[in-house]
């Protein structure tokens, strides 16, 4: 249990850094960074305590629970529970259209049109990228960030 | 050191001294820049390294955000590897926000070195190592550190190529400053060899016609300038001189001329003076002969008419013609002793003699004179004085003659006294002093000082009274003066006087050789009683002195042969044997000196000698020297006097 803690703060933490390395498009809401966690939030406290006292060029992380997806779509980054694993192509759909990151550990989320995937490597935390949904997005996203992941899967163009 | 370096420099040539200087200021100015870019060089060249470091180091930082934010050490590894393309650095490490070592790189041979974080984040040149350490940093979140470090290989490389970039420039440079300075010194110390070349050429050819070439016209070019004027300014000195002394040698060779001539005409006068002076003496001589030939006929025949029979009255008037003619034979010989001597035509003898006999001879003459006056008359000789001299005894007896003669003659009663003594003996000379002391009258003292001068007898009355010329004295003065003496007087009128003078003689050993006495002094008597026939040639011309001489001769009872001149001489002697010849020396035909010469040669072959005697009114120097040379034994001067006469015969037929 504590190692399964242990997993979800390395990915509060991962939620929060995103954050550097995404360049939203100029459209969307520039105040804040808002985080929304969409089902049955696996973090407890932990996105709260990652971000608390934290900001980037100057703006302060909002985090925000969600039933729907619907209800997501002004979020920057959102982060799909595996709780919704089953209506997963639905939430997805929901945020179509919208400049938010989406992230989850549901497994073959990138092939479902997810854009960034937690997996466990070697007992450490990994992300595979979906760069051709983030750029339906319209969301750019830094080489760095690219050569970090285990796996990107290039945009069709 | 400096100075020594400095006298090197100083025996260069101009043309080293100008490469020299040259080399030395491009060296140092090129030696100067190198330093300077090669420093500059390095500054920049360390700067960039460190720059270049920096930004690698910042790209590390950059690049490796992702990594450390997500943990992922493969992506750091990887990155770090990147470090492979930089040869220089040996390690690169990146350490997370805690402080451990993230990723880490390094070259093979640096494993295991471990960093040197110690001095925090810089980046810096440090001993063997540049080195950069910086924090990363990402939206304002310290992520972690990079360290990268490199080595100075690529610095040392660098520096030694740049060394060697500079060295060949350095090199290069010089090379090319050399070639440049040789062929632009030139410029320089072309114009100042050609100068001294210029110079040496003048100095070595004397030739000031030779001009420097000006090439430049800056300060050498003035100097060749100078130099040139200097030059013509010597050559036309050279010429001015040169046509001065040939002005000289004009003016010296027409002096020289105009000297010649003047030296002609001096020769010429002297010639003239002398052929004058020549005549006056021949003419002195002449008068001389020409006075004492009659004056001989007068004294003879008077002492021949005194002998015979006559009455009182006709002995005294033929007594005063004898003194009267004795009188004016003084007379006229004083007279011509004192133009002898004026005329500087007297020269004394030099003949070794017997001084006792010569003083003794002159006393025992005087001696008559005083005896008749009834005048004591004494001499005294000193024993230093030396017995035998050198000097002239002839006139050293005129000179007694004279003084003893006039004390004689001025001292009426009492005595006259001759005193002979040695006053000094100097090296090889003596000087003697003769004092004649007499009671006579004495010399007013007013007259004192001018007794020794011509024509000055105390009085003019003396003449008349006492007779004579008043030449003795001064004649004595001068002959004393010759021989090397002083004359003075010392008189007290009424109580006598005495005179004084001194002789240089010197004193000698050596043989008397002159026996024969010019003018033989003996007593008559002593001649007569002694008497013996001879056999006598007489050469004479004149019928006067034939007459008179034959008369003589005869009344002695010699046999007289006479012959009138020499070649009637010469042949008489062929004929016949004489004992003596009694030679006339002035005779028409042939001279007394030829006939003499013709016997002497005719005799050589006989081996015989017959004694001959010159008569002869040539009572001028050299007369007696001329008799002897030509052959005669002896002379006797006219007017003959039958005493004077008899007594050469005597000796001579003694001595024969």
């Known amino acids: 249990m504590s190692e399964t803690a242990n997993e979800y703060e390395v990915k509060a933490a991962f939620l929060y850094k995103f954050a550097s390395f995404v360049e939203w498009p100029p459209d969307s809401p520039s105040s804040t960074l808002c985080i929304g ?13 990652v971000v608390r006292g934290k900001s980037i060029n100057g703006r302060n992380f909002l985090i925000r629970r969600y039933k729907s997806a619907q209800d997501a779509v002004a979020c920057h980054i959102v982060f799909i529970s595996s709780s919704e694993r089953s209506r997963l192509r639905t939430v997805l759909d929901g945020l179509r259209g919208s400049a938010a990151l989406t992230v989850s550990d549901i497994p073959g989320f990138c092939e479902n049109g997810g854009m960034i995937d937690f997996e466990i490597l070697e007992q450490k935390v990994r992300f595979v990228i979906n760069q051709e949904a983030a750029e339906q997005a319209h969301l750019k996203l830094s080489s760095k960030l690219l050569n970090v992941a285990i796996y990107v899967s290039q945009g069709t163009k | 050191m400096i100075s020594a370096l400095s006298q090197r420099f100083g025996k260069l040539s101009i043309k080293r001294k100008l490469q020299g200087i040259i080399m030395l200021t491009v060296t140092a100015a090129l030696v100067l820049v190198c330093a300077v870019v090669f420093l500059s060089f390095r500054i920049g060249t360390r700067n960039s390294m460190r720059s270049e470091l920096d930004l690698l180091v910042r790209m590390i930082g950059q690049n490796s955000t992702a990594a450390l934010s997500f943990n992922d050490r493969d992506a750091a590894s990887e990155l770090l590897q990147g470090l492979q393309t930089q040869p220089a650095v040996v390690m690169g490490i990146l350490y997370s926000a805690d402080g451990a070592v993230f990723a880490h790189y390094s070259r093979a041979e640096m494993e295991g070195v471990s960093p040197h974080l110690a001095g925090g984040y810089r980046t810096a040149f440090e001993p063997e190592r540049l080195l950069a350490y910086h924090p990363i940093e990402f939206n304002g979140q310290v992520l972690g550190s990079v360290y990268v470090e490199s080595d100075l290989e690529e610095l040392h490389l660098r520096m030694i190529r740049a060394t060697e970039v500079s060295l060949a420039l350095l090199v290069c440079a010089g090379i090319f400053a050399f070639f440049l300075g040789t062929r632009l010194q030139r410029f320089i110390s072309e114009p100042v060899v050609h100068l001294v070349q210029t110079a040496k050429a003048v100095t070595l050819l004397k030739n000031y016609g030779i001009r420097a070439r000006k090439q430049t016209s800056d300060e050498l070019g003035a100097l060749i300038d100078g130099f040139n004027e200097m030059l013509a300014e010597i050559q036309d000195r050279d010429h001015e001189l040169r046509t001065h002394r040939e002005t000289l040698e004009d003016e010296v060779s027409q002096r020289i001329a105009e000297l010649r001539s003047v030296n002609r005409e001096l020769i010429d006068a002297k010639n003239r003076a002398e052929e004058g002076s020549r005549a006056k003496s021949e003419f002195l001589a002449n008068m001389s002969h020409e006075i004492r030939t009659p004056m001989n006929g007068i004294l003879g025949m008077t002492e021949l008419a005194l002998e015979t029979d006559l009455t009182s009255e006709q002995t005294e008037y033929l007594s005063t013609v004898k003194s009267s003619a004795d009188a004016l034979l003084t007379i006229i010989n004083d007279i011509l002793d004192f133009s002898k001597i004026e005329a500087g035509k007297l020269d004394l003898e030099l003949i070794a003699f017997e001084l ?28 230093d004085v030396p017995p035998k001299v050198v000097g002239d005894p002839i006139r050293l007896r005129q000179v007694l003659i004279n003084l003893v003669g006039n004390a004689i003659k001025f001292t009426e009663q009492g005595s006259v006294l001759l005193n002979i003594s040695l006053q000094a003996l100097e090296g090889e000379s003596a000087l003697l002093e003769f004092a004649v002391h007499d009671t006579g009258m004495g010399i007013p003292y007013e007259k004192q000082k001018s007794i020794f001068e011509a024509f000055s007898q105390a009085d003019g009355s003396m003449t008349r009274r006492f007779g004579g010329t008043g030449l003795g004295l001064t004649i004595s003065s001068r002959l004393v003066a010759m021989m090397g003496g002083r004359i003075s007087v010392e008189s007290h009128p009424g109580e006598g006087s005495c005179f004084r003078f001194t002789v240089r003689v010197t004193p000698t050993d050596e043989p008397v050789v002159q026996k024969i006495e010019a003018h033989p002094v003996h007593d008559t008597n002593r001649a007569r009683a002694s008497h013996r026939s001879s056999n006598v040639l007489l050469a004479e011309d004149n019928p006067v002195n034939q007459r008179l001489v034959l008369r003589i001769l005869e009344r002695q009872g010699h046999r007289v042969t006479l012959a009138v001149n020499g070649r009637e001489a010469v042949e008489a002697v062929k004929r016949a044997e004489f004992d003596i010849i009694l030679m006339d020396v002035q005779m028409p ?25 010159a008569m002869t009114a040539h009572a001028m120097k050299g007369d007696r020297e001329k008799c002897l040379a030509s052959g005669m034994d002896s002379y006797i001067s006219k007017p003959v006097s039958a005493k004077d006469l008899l007594e050469t015969l005597e000796t001579l037929s003694l001595t024969a």
Do not use: N
């Open chain 1, 37 to 49: 966690v969409i089902g049955q939030d696996p973090f407890g406290s932990m996105l709260e305590g």
């Open chain 2, 356 to 383: 006792h006999e010569c003083v003794g001879e002159t006393i025992r003459l005087l001696s008559l004179r005083s005896a008749q006056k009834g005048v004591a008359l004494r001499y005294e000789i000193h024993p």
């Open chain 2, 589 to 613: 035909q042939m001279t007394g000196y030829e006939a003499t010469e013709a016997i002497r040669s005719c005799e050589r072959q006989s081996g015989r000698h017959i004694p001959i005697v």
